[in-house]
C-alpha cells in the first residue's frame, strides 16, 4: 500500500537529501516514451506455474545487497550478468543442469557446501552468502510447512495490497521498515518486487489480482544514483562525501531513511505527471524502466553503501 502522506513528511523534513523539482519534468519527458518489459520471458522455460512461484520466492528471498563483490558475474547463454540479475541467472543455470533445484523437497534438504557450490561463478560468491543461505533456507521451510495451503493462500488474494500483505506477515524478513521522527515508514522493497513477479508468473494470481497499480517502487541503491545523475537529487556536503569514499552508511540512520523515502517521493512525483499525459503505468514498472537506465550510464556518483537484508 502506498504510504505518499509519510514519504512526503520525511520528503519535507529532510536534512541530508533534497529534491530539485524542476528537473523532474525534464526527466519525465526524456523517458516517457519508454516502455516496461518484465526481465524474464516465462515462455523459454517448461515449468508448472508451482515452479514459478518458487523460483520467484527463493530469487527475492536472496535478493540483497550486491554493491559489495564486483567479480561475481554470472555467464548465461553468451551473456555476462552482475549483482540482482546475476542472482537470477545462476538459478537458471542450475535449474538447466538439475530438474529437481525448484523442489521444496530438495531445497529444504540443500546443504550449505552444496549451496557455495551453486552460487560460486567466476571463482567467486556473492558477500553475505551465509546469509543468503539463511533466509532461502527459511524462506523454504515455511512453505514446506504449510504444504498445499501455501498455493491456496496465494490464489485466494485478490488484490495487489492483499498479496503484498500475505508475504510481510507470512515472511517476516521481507517486513521492511524504518522509522523518522517517530513516524514509521514501510519501504517492503522486496516484498514489493516478490509481488510483482507472482503477478507476472503466475496466471493464476494475476487473473485474481487484477493489476499491480497499488504498490510504490523499490527503495534501494540504484535509482537514486539516477536521480543524482539527473540534477533531481541533490545531497548534503556531508552525505556526498561519505557517498562519494565509499563508507557505509548504517541501516535505519537517517541519512539511510531519507535517501529511500525521497526515492520513493520522486518516483510517485513521475508516476502522477505521466498518469496526467495519459501514459498509464504503475510506480514499479516505472521504477524497473529508470533501474535499467542506471545500467547504461556511466554514474557520477557512487551507490550509497547499507549492509542489510531488505534491499
Not at 289 to 303: H, Q, V
Amino acid at each position: 500500500m502506498k504510504d505518499i502522506e509519510t514519504i512526503k513528511f520525511i520528503s519535507e523534513n529532510s536534512k541530508y537529501v533534497f529534491i530539485d523539482t524542476t528537473k523532474i519534468d525534464v526527466f519525465v519527458n526524456e523517458i516517457k516514451g519508454y516502455e516496461y518489459h518484465y526481465w524474464f520471458n516465462k515462455e523459454d522455460f517448461n515449468l508448472t506455474e508451482e515452479k514459478f512461484i518458487i523460483f520467484s520466492f527463493i530469487c527475492e528471498s536472496m535478493n540483497f545487497c550486491f554493491w559489495k563483490n564486483r567479480n561475481w558475474k554470472v555467464l548465461y547463454k553468451g551473456r555476462e550478468y552482475i549483482g540482482s540479475e546475476a542472482l537470477f541467472y545462476i538459478i537458471l543455470k542450475e535449474l538447466d543442469k538439475n530438474n529437481n533445484f525448484l523442489n521444496i523437497d530438495y531445497l529444504n534438504n540443500l546443504k550449505y557446501y552444496e549451496f557455495k557450490n551453486i552460487m560460486t561463478s567466476n571463482n567467486e560468491v556473492p558477500d553475505l552468502l551465509e546469509k543468503r543461505f539463511k533466509l532461502l533456507k527459511k524462506t523454504i521451510n515455511i512453505i514446506a510447512k504449510k504444504g498445499r495451503k501455501f498455493y491456496e493462500e496465494l490464489f485466494s488474494k485478490t488484490s495487489d495490497e492483499e498479496l503484498l500483505d500475505y508475504i510481510i506477515k507470512n515472511f517476516n524478513d521481507f517486513d521492511d521498515k524504518s522509522e523518522f521522527n517517530g513516524r514509521i515508514i514501510h519501504f517492503n522493497k522486496r516484498a514489493i518486487l516478490l509481488t510483482n513477479d507472482l503477478f507476472r508468473m503466475s496466471e493464476t494470481i494475476k487473473t485474481n489480482v487484477k493489476s499491480i497499480n497499488n504498490l510504490t517502487g523499490g527503495a534501494d541503491y540504484a535509482i537514486p544514483k539516477v536521480l543524482y545523475d539527473q540534477g533531481i537529487f541533490k545531497y548534503d556536503d556531508k552525505l556526498l562525501k561519505i557517498i562519494q569514499e565509499g563508507k557505509i552508511i548504517r541501516h535505519n540512520s537517517r541519512m539511510e531513511v531519507e535517501i529511500r523515502a525521497n526515492t520513493l517521493y520522486v518516483l510517485e512525483i513521475m508516476h502522477d505527471i505521466l498518469m496526467s499525459m495519459g501514459i498509464n503505468i504503475a510506480t514499479i514498472e516505472l521504477d524497473n524502466i529508470i533501474w535499467n537506465i542506471r545500467k547504461t550510464t556511466n554514474s557520477k556518483i557512487l551507490s550509497h553503501r547499507t549492509k542489510t537484508i531488505y534491499y
